[in-house]
C-alpha cells in the first residue's frame, strides 16, 4: 500500500465553487499535516500546517484530518483563477519529519 | 519574506558528466533537505541534513549522490556521472523546526536535463 494517496484529477470547477480536495495515508506514526499549491516549473508553496485531527481555517482555506480514517482533506470557498495550481498533501513524522507528498492534484477554476 | 534560492534555475549535461547544484537556505534555519520531481511523477524525498550531516537518506541516494554545506550558507547537491534517468526538478527545502507551523520552505527548483 502506497503512503500517501492522492486523486491526481485534473479537476475543473467554475469560479466561486467550492473544491475538495482529498489524500489518505496508510502510517499512522504520522503527525504532520500540510497542504502545498504548486505552479508550473516552481517549488511547492505552503498553504496549511495541522498536526492534529480536526478542521483549520485560514481565509478561503479549510484544512481537515482524521487521523482515525487516516484522511486529510482541504477546502478552497469561493474558488478563483488564481487558484488554479497543483495541489500537493505532504505528510511527516519520525525523526528526521521528511516529508511524504502525494501526487498532487491539478485544479483549474475557469472564469 | 524570506526565501530560499536556488542555481542555476536550469542546467542541461551530458550524461557521465558531473552536476553540483546549489542552494541557500533562510540563514537561521538548522533543517535542510533536497526532494527532487520527475516529470509528471510525485515529489521524492532525497537526504536529510541536519548538525552538519546526512540525518537521513532515501533509497534514490545512492553513491553517486553527495551533499554538503561547504560555508556554513551554501548546501549543494553534487551528482556524479549523471545518467538520463536523472533529469528531474530537485528543490531544496529548508526549516527552522520542522515540527513548528511555517513547515518547509522549498526554493524555486533547478530543472536538470540530461542529455
Known amino acids: 500500500q502506497k503512503e500517501v494517496e492522492q486523486d491526481p484529477g485534473p479537476l475543473s470547477v467554475p469560479e466561486g465553487a467550492i473544491v475538495s480536495l482529498n489524500c489518505t495515508y496508510s502510517?499512522?506514526?504520522?503527525?504532520?499535516f500540510m497542504w502545498y499549491r504548486q505552479y508550473s516549473r516552481k517549488g511547492p508553496e505552503l498553504l496549511m500546517y495541522?498536526?492534529?485531527?480536526g478542521n483549520k481555517e485560514d481565509g478561503r482555506f479549510t484544512a481537515q484530518v482524521d487521523k482515525s480514517s487516516k484522511y486529510i482533506s482541504l477546502f478552497i470557498r469561493d474558488s478563483q483563477p488564481s487558484d488554479s495550481a497543483t495541489y500537493l498533501c505532504?505528510?511527516?513524522?519520525?525523526?528526521?519529519?521528511?516529508?511524504?507528498f502525494g501526487k498532487g492534484t491539478l485544479l483549474t477554476v475557469n472564469p | 519574506e524570506p526565501e530560499v534560492t536556488q542555481t542555476p534555475s536550469h542546467q542541461v549535461t551530458q550524461m557521465g558528466q558531473e552536476v553540483i547544484l546549489r542552494c541557500v537556505p533562510i540563514?537561521?534555519?538548522?533543517?535542510f533537505y533536497w526532494y527532487r520531481q520527475i516529470l509528471g511523477q510525485k515529489v521524492e524525498f532525497l537526504v536529510s541534513f541536519y548538525n552538519n550531516e546526512i540525518s537521513e537518506k532515501s533509497e534514490i541516494f545512492d553513491d553517486q549522490f553527495s551533499v554538503e554545506r561547504p560555508d556554513g550558507s551554501n548546501f549543494t547537491l553534487k551528482i556524479r556521472s549523471t545518467k538520463l534517468e536523472d533529469s528531474a526538478m530537485y528543490f531544496c527545502?529548508?526549516?527552522?523546526?520542522?515540527?513548528?507551523?511555517?513547515?518547509?520552505?522549498f526554493g524555486s527548483g533547478t530543472r536538470l536535463t540530461v542529455v
Open positions: 502510517n499512522s506514526a504520522f503527525q504532520y
Open positions: 505532504a505528510i511527516s513524522g519520525g525523526s528526521n519529519y521528511k516529508l511524504t
Open positions: 527545502a529548508s526549516s527552522e523546526n520542522p515540527r513548528s507551523g511555517d513547515g518547509y520552505t
Open positions: 540563514s537561521n534555519h538548522l533543517y
Open positions: 495541522t498536526y492534529s485531527s
